[in-house]
């Protein structure tokens, strides 16, 4: 022992004393009490049967081993008198004899016979009729019966099946075939080890028997037909639904019912008007089918190309193929004996009652008319009207190339200038030779001169 632990055991003795007597002061941790004594309460006493603490010979606290108390369930135990219901099961007090697991009491088997409540079942221990289920002790075991509402012998399910005169119902337990009971309109079956019954054509199940097929109620599913197909009606046939009509506007293919709208068409729903590149399309039994270009195209190579001037074919606005309308402006008119709508639609600018024709000799079409080369209104092939001379006594003219100009009658050029040439108006002046001059004055070129000078005065 170290000098500590003497030091230590000096002090408390002259508490209580090392090793603490009755009635002593003790801690269990540093002054624990001596042999057959406890420490409650700080205070060293002998092992009682009511002290608060499970000490001595007890199991429990205050119960158990020397202890008259027994010790409710679920307390430590030795023995089975340790416990209120004098049954010890693994080192711990059980419950009532009736649900411990084991065959004691007055059991005929574990938990059941004799006074317990539950009846034992087939092959278990008995007495007597009451210690079964099924009423029937023989030999000092449990027989079975088809009217115990358990399953025992050789039933496949509770009072069914085996040597039961009852035949066991759709989803009960099975070993073979016969154990199921028949179905009407219907064969019954044993599927892994589970009754079960399978309808005849016409009819379908319906909980644990077979219904006859209505439009309303077709096949395993009892399906509506009325109602099972979308945009169509439908009948029962054969346990399945049939489509037998389809609403305005879609069209039957197969069991189904597609749109035959040409902007929703088929299953797809697809717009046959723009399915096709530059093409229109309409639908027809519920798939597209091509019709025509748009406007501005025409078919080539399979598929709709854009028109124009140099396709060999006659559309746009031409007036024949590959010429007039909008081909004039690629440069592109038509020629002689081609359509034509107006007359530029026409090399020629000729468009006679339809048709391109080109002006005789010595004259050009403007106007849509044959107008001479020589016309002031249409000088040359030009179609332009010659500009009015300047000078007012000077007319136009065409020489079938080109303008110029002449003086009116009574008029002659002078001086680059048109001037009179009559006895009444001579010269630029306009001078009256007569009038002004006498007798025997005339005009001559534009100059009042003595043309009879016998007459002349001077």
Not at 256 to 266: A, E, F, K, L, P
Not at 278 to 300: E, Q, Y
Not at 410 to 416: D, E, F, K, Q, V
Request: aromatic share 2%; glycine share 16%; hydrophobic share 25%.
């Amino acid at each position: 022992m170290s000098l500590r632990s003497i030091l230590a055991c000096a002090f408390l003795v002259l508490l209580a004393g090392c090793g603490a007597s009755p009635a002593s002061i003790c801690d269990d941790a540093n002054n624990p009490c001596g042999a057959g004594l406890s420490c409650i309460r700080g205070t060293c006493l002998e092992a009682t049967c009511g002290d608060g603490v499970r000490n001595g010979a007890e199991t429990g606290v205050d119960c158990g081993g020397s202890c008259p108390q027994r010790c409710a369930n679920g307390i430590a135990c030795a023995v089975a008198r340790d416990c209120t219901s004098g049954i010890c099961l693994d080192g711990a007090c059980a419950a009532s004899a009736c649900s411990n697991g084991l065959k004691d009491g007055d059991e005929t088997d574990v938990d059941c016979g004799g006074s317990c409540p539950a009846k034992c079942g087939f092959g278990a221990g008995c007495n007597g009729a009451t210690s079964c289920i099924s009423g029937i002790c023989t030999n000092g075991s449990c027989a079975p019966s088809c009217t115990d509402r358990i399953r025992d012998g050789d039933e496949s399910d509770i009072d069914c099946g085996g040597t039961c005169a009852t035949k066991c119902a759709p989803g009960a337990r099975c070993s073979t075939g016969a154990d199921c009971a028949a179905v009407v309109n219907g064969t019954a079956s044993c599927g892994r080890n589970v009754c079960g019954f399978t309808c005849g054509s016409g009819f379908h199940v319906t909980g644990s028997s077979c219904a006859a097929d209505t439009n309303q109620c077709c096949g395993f599913a009892c399906a509506d037909c009325t109602t099972a197909f979308s945009h169509g009606t439908g009948a029962c046939a054969a346990g399945a639904c049939t489509l037998t009509a389809c609403d305005s506007e879609y069209v039957q293919v197969g069991n189904v019912c597609v749109s035959n709208q040409s902007t929703c068409c088929g299953s797809g729903c697809v717009d046959c008007t723009t399915v096709y590149a530059n093409g229109i399309g309409i639908c027809s039994g519920g798939t597209c089918v091509f019709v025509s270009c748009r406007a501005g195209f025409h078919v080539g190579g399979g598929s709709c190309v854009p028109d124009s001037c140099t396709d060999s074919i006659r559309n746009q606005d031409e007036t024949g193929v590959d010429c007039g309308g909008i081909c004039v402006t690629q440069g592109r008119p038509c020629a002689d004996g081609q359509n034509c709508t107006v007359p530029v639609d026409c090399a020629s600018h000729l468009c006679a009652a339809g048709v391109c024709s080109s002006c005789g000799a010595g004259t050009h079409a403007c106007d849509n008319a044959c107008i001479s080369n020589t016309s002031t209104s249409s000088c040359g092939t030009s179609c332009t009207p010659c500009s009015a001379p300047a000078d007012p006594h000077a007319h136009a003219t065409c020489n079938g190339t080109s303008c110029g100009s002449a003086c009116d009658g009574g008029y002659i050029l002078s001086g680059g200038v048109c001037v009179g040439n009559t006895n009444a108006c001579c010269g630029a002046e306009c001078v009256n030779c007569a009038a002004d001059n006498g007798v025997g004055w005339s005009c001559v070129s534009g100059v009042c001169k003595c043309t009879s000078p016998t007459a002349c005065r001077f």
